[in-house]
């Protein structure tokens, strides 16, 4: 190496050196100002739907006792001592849990197709999928219904999971797609010269190393589908078999609103998803990484 070479080496080992870095962890102004905007635009929300639960039906209303009131937990023993409560729940986990695999069932190979064929009609079949996405859930709610009474699924279970998985298997193809897409072609290629099938390259290169993209889409579908609201009210026409999503709203009748078992059985609705973010957290923060 000539003297010119290592000079010009040494000059920029000396300048990446001097180059000033940013602190790992410091923000700037604006970005403490958006945290602190953010947290008090979901934070004040969630104090008081906790605040709420534990107060009485007459501290709710009064104006005296916003901050300062005694506590009290009897809307949690009404709502846990109710008939209502642990059916809702098991008829969530099940919904969440059939849409979950159905989504998954059909969106990952079809996200893979997606993935590894191009041409013109990729393109048309993925804007097909974002139209779909912008097409809002009211506008299906009455030909589903529809569909549904023909078929002799209205009030079952089965019904709604059929609707939950047609509303969320767009957004999962969408979201999977570039998972896929970042597997390495030449993995595939090298099983394939040793002999493996496309079926088995799939089960054993393809799904391993997207494994984090199908379980952040998974938790993220298994998220929305226990929120879902508007077909879980539409379709179940007997109120025993409602999930939690529609037990909430039995809480507000012609007779006036129940604020404190309504924000209980709130408070006890986000309790399964708040452990199940936790327990995915790493999950979701790697998924959202690789997909860039």
Do not use: H
């Amino acid at each position: 190496m000539s003297a010119v070479a290592v000079s010009r080496v040494t000059e920029t080992a000396t300048a990446t050196r001097r180059r000033p870095r940013n602190p790992r962890g410091r923000s700037g102004p604006v970005a403490i100002i958006l945290q602190v905007l953010l947290f008090v635009m979901y934070g004040i929300p969630i104090l008081w739907i906790l605040l709420t639960s534990i107060k009485s039906s007459d501290e709710v209303i009064g104006t005296q006792a916003s901050i300062i009131f005694t506590p009290t937990l009897d809307a949690y023993v009404r709502a846990f001592e109710g008939q209502d409560l642990w059916p809702a729940l098991a008829q969530s986990l099940i919904i969440s849990t059939s849409t979950m695999v159905l989504v998954l069932a059909v969106a990952i190979p079809c996200a893979y197709a997606l993935a590894r064929v191009g041409g013109r009609w990729v393109t048309i079949a993925l804007a097909l999928l974002i139209v779909l996405q912008m097409m809002p859930q009211t506008a299906t709610v009455i030909p589903l219904f529809q569909i549904f009474g023909s078929w002799g699924l209205l009030d079952s279970t089965s019904g709604l999971v059929l609707a939950d998985a047609a509303l969320l298997t767009p957004f999962a193809i969408v979201l999977l797609r570039p998972f896929f897409r970042a597997v390495p072609i030449a993995l595939e290629e090298s099983a394939s010269i040793d002999g493996a099938g496309i079926v088995r390259r799939f089960f054993s290169i393809v799904l391993p190393v997207a494994r984090n993209g199908v379980a952040t889409t998974a938790t993220l579908v298994f998220l929305i589908c226990w929120g879902e609201f508007l077909y879980a009210i539409n379709f179940l026409l007997s109120p025993g078999t409602y999930p939690l999503s529609a037990l909430l709203a039995q809480q507000v009748s012609a007779f006036g609103i129940d604020w404190p078992a309504l924000m209980a059985l709130s408070v006890i609705t986000s309790i399964p998803i708040l452990i199940l973010f936790a327990a995915t957290y790493r999950l979701l923060r790697e998924g959202s990484r690789s997909a860039r």
